[in-house]
T-cell receptor, first 110, second 114 residues
């Protein structure tokens, strides 16, 4: 069974703190690993895509890593801001589909 | 630039009534199109995807169907809604194969079946 797990399910941090969101997957034969952001009641916004041949991708304060051998990806958010509050979803690329985790709900307290 | 539209934004329907949700994409041609459902606590589930006009693949057996009458139009339908069809429905597109290329999501339709 192709599973994607995200821990923790919810996280609350004070503004300015660096934080790490975790994603694990059971099948190492992936095309890529993608991170999305979802604001309440909205669609998903793509943040970062790491190809299976890559180990990390960076965009601004965000850095995502991929370790296929251990079946793990992390999303690092530096200097968190209240505007970062949202649900963060990871998804592994499989044939003709993305398989999503259930997400981590992040609250950054001002 | 590419944009993706979904309507309606919110829908409340009685059990047994029909359903039609529409998704359109602008600014690209021959996109791959996807319908997802997001139910509380269950994550995002792929329902259908389409790689071209009239080509529909179903991921899970269910009470729903999909159609693609035009290149950039994707429709999700049901003849008779069930309570379990309630959820947040998201349409997405990608320029290449899903799983290889990133996907771009619409704003979603919240469906409540009573």
């Amino acid at each position: 069974k192709q599973e994607v797990t995200q821990i923790p399910a919810a996280l609350s941090v004070p503004e300015g703190e660096n934080l790490v969101l975790n994603c694990s997957f059971t099948d190492s034969a992936i095309y890529n690993l993608q991170w999305f952001r979802q604001d309440p009641g909205k669609g998903l916004t793509s943040l970062l895509l790491i190809q299976s041949s890559q180990r990390e991708q960076t965009s601004g304060r965000l850095n995502a890593s991929l370790d296929k051998s251990s079946g793990r990806s992390t999303l690092y958010i530096a200097a968190s801001q209240p505007g970062d509050s949202a649900t963060y979803l990871c998804a592994r690329g499989a044939t003709n589909k993305l398989i999503f985790g259930t997400g981590t709900l992040l609250a950054v307290q001002p | 630039s590419q944009t993706i539209h979904q309507w309606p934004a919110t829908l409340v329907q009685p059990v047994g009534s029909p359903l039609s949700l529409e998704c359109t994409v602008e600014g690209t041609s021959n996109p791959n199109l996807y319908w997802y459902r997001q139910a509380a606590g269950r994550g995002l589930q792929l329902l259908f995807y389409s790689v071209g006009i009239g080509q529909i693949s179903s991921e899970v057996p269910q009470n729903l169907s999909a159609s693609r009458p035009q290149d950039r139009q994707f429709i999700l339908s049901s003849k008779k809604l069930l309570l379990s069809d309630s959820g947040f429905y998201l349409c997405a597109w990608s320029s290449g194969l899903a799983g290889v290329e990133t996907q771009y999501f619409g704003p979603g339709t919240r469906l409540l079946v009573l």
